[in-house]
Each structure stands twice: as C-alpha cells, then as structure tokens.
C-alpha cells in the first residue's frame, strides 16, 4: 500500500463546541501527524487512516482558553499531551463520500468514533506532485471522553456544550520516500 501525508500548509483540524448555549468557539491545533495508507485515494475502502494531535499547540485565539484548555480541568496535557485516532474500518457511501470509523483517544479514554469523509477531488500541484483533497467532520460527546469540566449560568444552562465537532480539511501528498 502507498503511503500518504498531510500537506500541513493547505491542511487544517479543528473543532467547535457551543459556548454559552448561544455561540460557538472554535479552535484548532497547531502541530499533528496523520497518515494514510492506501493504493488509490479515489477509494479509500482498503485506506487506513491515523492521526496524532499535540494538545500543548491547540489555539482559540485566546491564551487564556487555552491554558485552561491544557489543564487538569480539561485536556490534563501534563499526563496526556496527545490526541490519536486510527482508523478500523472505511465504507463507501457514494462516489466521493465515505464513513471512516475507528478509535479515537481523548485521555486515558478510547471509543469509536465515525468520520464522515468527503473526497474533493484531485490535481497535480505547481510542481507535478499528484494532490488530494477531502473534508471530514465527526460529532462526540465530550464527557464521554473525561472532559467533563462546566461552570452553570446564572440564567440557566452551562458555560461549555457536551457536543464537540472535530473538523477536517486536508490536502494529501505522496510520501517521500
């Protein structure tokens, strides 16, 4: 299987969650790895797909979201400085969509998580270099993952929704060899 990788320069993670039951923040991460394995990115249903998230480089755009963020309170990133997935199995729904589901690691915490995947399509860059592009998005429920921390609003409801979105674009490239 030919092996591929994140061009991180035209790539990005990121999640939202709702803040204050009325809006929503919306935050990515800096530094990640990801893989994928397969002979042909236009049917991945024999792919494999992992991805490592370094907490420590999330960003909200604001220090101190993040710092709290980083805490105990949250992602604890002293004892657990990353975030993995590696993907078990892949589905195709249609000719560019396709349900990738696999484990996904938050903490100490590993669970299934399904990742609808959406291929862009293809092209060869400036350079002659054959590129891919897709979107994928998968909704968790934070708590599930030991990410319980909540403050109570004064007019009812809570600070931080249960529902996370994990949002993906990316553009992939042949690995070097």
């Given amino acids: 299987m030919a092996k591929w990788v994140i061009d991180k320069a035209h790539s990005e993670i990121g999640f939202e969650v709702r803040h ?4 929503k923040v919306r935050g990515h991460f800096e530094s990640y790895e990801a893989e994928i ?11 494999k797909v992992s991805f490592t ?3 420590t480089s999330i960003n909200t755009k604001l220090a101190d979201r993040d710092n709290h963020l ?3 309170d949250f992602f604890d990133v002293e004892k657990y400085p990353t975030i993995t997935f590696k993907s078990t199995e892949v589905k195709k ?13 938050i903490k100490d915490v590993t669970k299934p ?3 609808k995947v959406e291929f862009n399509g293809k092209g060869k860059n400036p350079w002659g270099v054959e590129v891919y592009g897709f979107e994928a998005e998968a909704k968790i ?12 609003l004064e007019t009812g409801g809570v600070l931080v929704g ?16």
């Fill in 141 to 152: 429920n934070r708590e599930d993952f030991g990410l319980t921390w909540n403050a109570a």
């Fill in 113 to 115: 998580v399904t990742f």
């Fill in 20 to 23: 204050m039951m009325v809006s």
């Fill in 162 to 177: 249960k529902d996370v979105k994990i949002k993906a674009a990316l553009e992939v490239n042949p690995a070097s060899e």
């Fill in 37 to 47: 394995e397969a002979d042909d990115l236009t049917d991945l249903t024999n792919g």
């Fill in 93 to 105: 729904k249609d000719d560019d969509e396709y349900e990738v589901t696999g484990d996904l690691t």
């Fill in 53 to 55: 998230f370094d907490v």
């Fill in 70 to 72: 980083k805490s105990a």
